[in-house]
């Protein structure tokens, strides 16, 4: 599935043999509970340079999507889809980047939740062949996002394994401004944790950013993991003061890779850059960094 710039929602559907579509079945089974990112797209302006990039970072392979000829690309590995990459359409002035696709029961309640909860709505819902309904929305920090309803498709393999998306994380200036919304629209729960996956550096805005102090006057992370029917999905990191000024409120979406430093080193070699180096979390080696055209996602190596 993705979106272009004009707003066209497109299938992107591919005939796997009849064991490969048993097998996602049976993951979407547990994937697809409301709420959990089943599907990443990512909007970009030169999309050749784009698939070269994650292909030489990752060893994606790519198969035309439906549409336009040459506006749409499916991302596979191993035969599985792992994204999508779009080009924009000539003329449109906005920031490269990704966005995870949630999964709802209706669109078109989701939709209308969002609306009511503080957000916004700037595509659809609209109707697919064989992908369901979907739509593009926006929460009340800014950070976009899609809907995703689909009774036929398991998404995008987001199982783990290096070159598959394996965490998504919203960046957003307080917990507090989005943790309803979430909860609200997709039934989500939250819980506090004292770490993040992704620490924010206070040398990047010159605050600390990514703690409050409680009662006691100790300093605790702005953190949240975001659970459906159980099982954790994904996390919101409030920074404060270290929210990127050109970017704003953004999912950020973390990507396996055998070897974080390895990695970091590769991105820089392709015309990338390095925006967090790498570190240790209790999740593995964590690094931040952007791609060509600037837009940011996350590299990891699993512990």
């Not at 097998?23 to 698939?51: F, I, K, N, Y």
């Amino acid at each position: 599935m993705s979106t272009d710039s004009a707003g066209t929602v497109t299938s992107d559907r591919i005939d796997d043999g009849p064991e490969e579509r048993s097998e996602e079945m049976t993951q979407a089974a547990t994937r697809h509970a409301p709420g959990v990112p089943s599907w990443v797209s990512l909007l970009v302006r030169d999309s050749e340079a784009s698939r070269e990039f994650y292909h030489e970072l990752f060893g994606w392979e790519y198969r035309p999507g439906p549409g336009e000829a040459g506006q749409h690309f499916r991302a596979v590995l191993d035969g599985r889809q792992v994204a999508c990459l779009t080009r924009m359409r000539p003329g449109v002035h906005r920031l490269a980047g990704w966005l995870p696709y949630l999964t709802a029961d209706d669109a078109d309640t989701a939709a209308e939740l969002a609306r009511m909860c503080g957000g916004t709505v700037g595509v659809g819902p609209l109707g697919t062949e064989g992908m369901g309904r979907v739509a593009v929305a926006a929460d009340p920090g800014g950070a976009a996002f899609g809907i995703w309803q689909s009774e036929e498709r398991p998404g995008a393999y987001m199982d783990g394994g290096p070159g598959t998306v394996v965490w998504h994380e919203l960046i957003t200036p307080r917990t507090s401004l989005v943790e309803k919304f979430y909860e609200t629209v997709f039934g989500l729960e939250a819980d506090a944790v004292r770490e993040p996956l992704s620490p924010v550096d206070p040398a990047d805005s010159g605050d600390s950013g990514d703690s409050v102090s409680d009662a006691g006057g100790r300093e605790e992370t702005d953190y949240l993991t975001m659970s459906a029917r159980g099982r954790i999905v994904g996390g919101i990191h409030g920074v404060g003061a270290a929210l990127p000024r050109d970017r704003g409120s953004h999912w950020l979406m973390y990507v396996e890779v055998a070897d974080t430093d390895a990695a970091v080193r590769r991105v820089t070699e392709l015309g990338g850059r390095v925006l967090r180096p790498p570190r240790d979390t209790p999740r593995g080696r964590v690094a931040r960094v952007a791609d060509r055209e600037g837009a940011p996602f996350a590299v990891i190596t699993d512990r």
